[in-house]
């Protein structure tokens, strides 16, 4: 998702304190300008953020590609193909900081009230002058609608993200108050106040659960301009935002249109950026990223290739096995296909050494557990031991590190491995072909809907064929892949998950059992195992940085172990080209590109337009 993501005086007219005891609890209650869970909030004193230039010029485009297609503006009830670029169109009731992890700050909530010692409520203070781009006022009678409409209304995803919201209750106009089901919940006010507010007397006559192409109102920087169904969509800069000069907002938004052209290929998109039919592109392919950046628009420094690198996770970018179906849910199977992959060679023969192999989930940052386990992650596994199958054991304990080959492209190592595994587990071949222990054979459908990804797949689909393993590659256009993802109809696929340096409830949505079982949920490897569980929980009830870090390492090595994706590979950049019009403050935030504090030269955009107009 998405996200653009004043002290109390007095307590005592809520509640009579009549016991010393019950005076300390309600001590820790505090009212503040700011979130700050397992972090200290840097900025609260600053007119603008540090990574932001106050006196940007504001106007011109920003353009980029969107795959495939789109047949709904309500991208929050998880209907259809949601658009891109519909968070600009709502504000959230907090902003995330780009520098600080887990540390929100005002937009439209000035201030909350919470104990951040023991999180069971937290009220929110809206702004008086908070606006609707119509004009109406934002009330706590809209923050209970969004909310409300999300617990019930949603999809299954973000209604368990949210399900530990009890009850919203409507205070006063601009005060309204979230109880969570559980005692302590410190990260419920980041997940909440990162949530789109919709208005309420918007929806009086429409139904939030359906596909809409209606315009949805909003209170966000930008307004739905012009819309060419399913192939783009074009959003304006709101003159009259009323957010705009707070210190989240001061040097941000500064385009005056963003638009957001849509294809089908990937390689098309990358032909349309290069004549000029969107401005910023990010390359996620390493040949093109080596090869194809010597066309005459950079040679002439029109277009500029950008590296941009931040300090949070890399996407966790990988193959998922659907243990929901065999022979998936055999974690030897699992095993022995992942000796199979032989990134060394890919890396060498058609990355051009641009990657590295991921091995975990969380890898570049504090999160990734690493070597053998230490002696606090070690007390935290050793509960779980006995309950977990030997190979699943042995690899929580390992100094982990996938296998490797030596980029010949024979892999022969690694798949004499496979085969030993595959043989002492039962399986058998049979005229060429693996059968399983009740003399089946094995056959696996990929699911893919990316053009060119066979390419790459299909360097492993001949090492497994080499196992006796058939593999199908089933290519669909992205409306049916995402049909067939929401209803977990595949044996593998690819996936690029992202993480974050603050996890949290999202771990259940991809790993949890009750996750599993709920179409349209991000648990896609269909895992179910009570050690896991315990695991998210732990990771979720975190009391502070250093736990939550802890804790996340023993779940990575959980994940790691039981086989059920092969991590692929990825690095510590992203990798973008624009044409040459646009600036960047000097100082870049650490956990996001920032491309909201970016602007339009105005010279430069000219130089660029006659350009094109040549060409």
């Given at each position: 998702?998405?996200?653009?993501?004043?002290?109390?005086?007095?307590?005592?007219?809520?509640?009579?304190?009549?016991?010393?005891?019950?005076?300390v609890?309600?001590?820790?209650?505090?009212t503040?300008?700011?979130?700050?869970?397992?972090?200290?909030?840097?900025?609260?004193?600053?007119?603008?953020?540090?990574?932001?230039?106050?006196?940007?010029?504001?106007?011109?485009?920003?353009s980029?590609?969107a795959?495939?297609?789109?047949?709904?503006?309500?991208?929050?009830?998880?209907?259809?193909?949601?658009?891109e670029g519909?968070?600009?169109?709502?504000?959230?009731?907090?902003?995330?900081?780009?520098?600080?992890?887990?540390?929100?700050?005002?937009?439209?909530?000035?201030?909350?009230?919470?104990?951040?010692?023991?999180?069971?409520?937290?009220?929110?203070?809206?702004?008086?002058?908070?606006?609707?781009?119509?004009?109406?006022?934002?009330?706590?009678?809209?923050?209970?609608?969004?909310?409300?409409?999300?617990?019930?209304?949603?999809?299954?995803?973000?209604?368990?993200?949210?399900?530990?919201?009890?009850?919203?209750?409507?205070?006063?106009?601009?005060?309204?108050?979230?109880?969570?089901?559980?005692?302590?919940?410190?990260?419920?006010?980041?997940?909440?106040?990162?949530?789109?507010?919709?208005?309420?007397?918007?929806?009086?006559?429409?139904?939030?659960?359906?596909?809409?192409?209606r315009?949805?109102?909003?209170?966000?920087?930008?307004?739905?301009?012009?819309?060419?169904?399913?192939?783009?969509?074009?959003?304006?800069?709101?003159?009259?935002?009323?957010?705009?000069?707070?210190?989240?907002?001061r040097?941000?938004?500064?385009?005056?249109?963003?638009?957001?052209?849509?294809?089908?290929?990937?390689?098309?998109?990358?032909?349309?950026?290069?004549?000029?039919?969107?401005?910023?592109?990010?390359?996620?392919?390493?040949?093109?990223?080596?090869?194809?950046?010597?066309?005459?628009?950079?040679q002439?420094?029109?277009?500029?290739?950008?590296?941009?690198?931040?300090?949070?996770?890399?996407?966790?970018?990988?193959?998922?096995?659907?243990?929901?179906?065999?022979?998936?849910?055999?974690?030897?199977?699992?095993?022995?296909?992942?000796?199979?992959?032989?990134?060394?060679?890919?890396?060498?023969?058609?990355?051009?050494?641009?990657?590295?192999?991921?091995?975990?989930?969380?890898?570049?940052?504090?999160?990734?557990?690493?070597?053998?386990?230490?002696?606090?992650?070690?007390?935290?596994?050793?509960?779980?031991?006995?309950?977990?199958?030997?190979?699943?054991?042995?690899?929580?304990?390992?100094?982990?590190?996938?296998?490797?080959?030596?980029?010949?492209?024979?892999?022969?190592?690694?798949?004499?491995?496979?085969?030993?595994?595959?043989?002492?587990?039962?399986?058998?071949?049979k005229?060429?072909?693996?059968?399983?222990?009740?003399?089946?054979?094995?056959n696996?459908?990929?699911?893919?809907?990316?053009?060119?990804?066979?390419?790459?797949?299909?360097?492993?689909?001949?090492?497994?064929?080499?196992?006796?393993?058939?593999?199908?590659?089933?290519?669909?256009?992205?409306?049916?892949?995402?049909?067939?993802?929401?209803?977990?109809?595949?044996?593998?696929?690819?996936?690029?998950?992202?993480?974050?340096?603050?996890?949290?409830?999202?771990?259940?949505?991809?790993?949890?059992?009750?996750?599993?079982?709920?179409?349209?949920?991000?648990?896609?490897?269909?895992?179910?195992?009570?050690?896991?569980?315990?695991?998210?929980?732990?990771?979720?009830?975190?009391?502070?940085?250093?736990q939550?870090?802890?804790?996340?390492?023993?779940?990575?090595?959980?994940?790691?172990?039981?086989?059920?994706?092969?991590?692929?590979?990825?690095?510590?950049?992203?990798?973008?080209?624009?044409?040459?019009?646009?600036?960047?403050?000097?100082?870049?935030?650490?956990?996001?590109?920032?491309?909201?504090?970016?602007?339009?030269?105005?010279?430069?955009?000219?130089?660029?337009?006659?350009?094109?107009?040549?060409?």
């Open positions: 998702m998405h996200a653009r993501s004043v002290h109390f005086k007095s307590l005592g007219f809520i509640v009579a304190l009549s016991t010393a005891v019950t005076q609890v309600w001590a820790t209650v505090q503040t300008p700011y979130i700050a869970v397992h972090s200290t909030a840097k900025y609260t004193q600053l007119s603008a953020m540090p990574y932001a230039n106050p006196r940007a010029p504001k106007g011109g485009m920003l980029s590609a795959n495939g297609t789109f047949d709904n503006l309500n991208s929050m009830n998880g209907k259809g193909n949601s658009v519909a968070n600009y169109l709502f504000d959230t009731l907090m902003d995330s900081s780009l520098d600080e992890p887990s540390v929100m700050y005002p937009l439209l909530a000035e201030k909350v009230t919470f104990d951040p010692e023991r999180t069971k409520y937290i009220i929110y203070h809206l702004n008086p002058k908070a606006r609707f781009s119509d004009g109406t006022p934002v009330t706590a009678e809209d923050v209970k609608f969004s909310f409300d409409a999300y617990l019930t209304k949603s999809n299954p995803g973000l209604q368990m993200y949210l399900s530990d919201l009890a009850k919203v209750e409507v205070l006063s106009t601009y005060q309204v108050k979230m109880s969570f089901k559980s005692d302590n919940n410190a990260e419920m006010p980041l997940i909440l106040s990162q949530m789109p507010i919709y208005s309420k007397a918007d929806w009086k006559n429409k139904d939030f659960a359906k596909v809409t192409m315009p949805i109102l909003g209170s966000g920087p930008y307004v739905i301009d012009r819309i060419d169904a399913g192939r783009s969509i074009t959003y304006k800069r709101n003159p009259h935002y009323w957010a705009q000069d707070l210190p989240i907002n040097g941000r938004y500064n385009f005056a249109q963003i638009k957001y052209v849509y294809y089908r290929n990937l390689d098309i998109a990358f032909e349309g950026f290069k004549s000029g039919q969107y401005s910023l592109h990010q390359e996620k392919k390493s040949r093109n990223w080596v090869t194809e950046y010597g066309f005459p628009a950079v002439k420094g029109m277009v500029k290739k950008y590296i941009a690198c931040t300090q949070t996770p890399a996407p966790t970018q990988s193959f998922v096995f659907n243990s929901r179906r065999a022979p998936m849910h055999d974690i030897r199977f699992r095993q022995a296909l992942s000796y199979a992959y032989d990134f060394e060679w890919l890396n060498k023969a058609l990355f051009y050494g641009q990657y590295q192999r991921l091995q975990s989930h969380f890898q570049y940052s504090e999160l990734e557990a690493k070597g053998a386990p230490s002696a606090a992650e070690l007390s935290l596994l050793k509960p779980y031991l006995k309950r977990l199958d030997p190979i699943h054991q042995q690899g929580v304990l390992s100094n982990w590190k996938y296998p490797s080959s030596d980029a010949t492209g024979f892999n022969r190592q690694g798949l004499f491995t496979a085969r030993a595994i595959l043989q002492k587990a039962g399986y058998r071949i005229d060429g072909k693996l059968h399983d222990q009740q003399g089946k054979a094995i696996i459908e990929f699911l893919i809907h990316q053009d060119g990804l066979q390419r790459t797949l299909m360097p492993y689909v001949r090492n497994l064929k080499k196992l006796g393993i058939q593999v199908n590659i089933r290519q669909v256009d992205v409306p049916q892949y995402m049909e067939r993802m929401r209803r977990y109809d595949f044996d593998m696929t690819t996936m690029v998950m992202p993480q974050s340096l603050t996890p949290g409830n999202e771990q259940g949505q991809m790993w949890s059992s009750q996750a599993a079982d709920q179409l349209g949920n991000y648990n896609y490897a269909g895992i179910k195992h009570p050690v896991i569980d315990d695991a998210v929980k732990h990771v979720i009830q975190a009391p502070d940085r250093a939550l870090v802890l804790r996340t390492r023993v779940l990575d090595r959980l994940l790691r172990a039981g086989y059920y994706q092969i991590l692929t590979y990825g690095n510590n950049q992203s990798w973008y080209a624009y044409w040459n019009m646009y600036q960047q403050p000097k100082i870049k935030p650490k956990l996001s590109l920032g491309l909201d504090y970016w602007w339009v030269d105005a010279n430069q955009a000219k130089k660029v337009s006659k350009y094109l107009g040549q060409h």
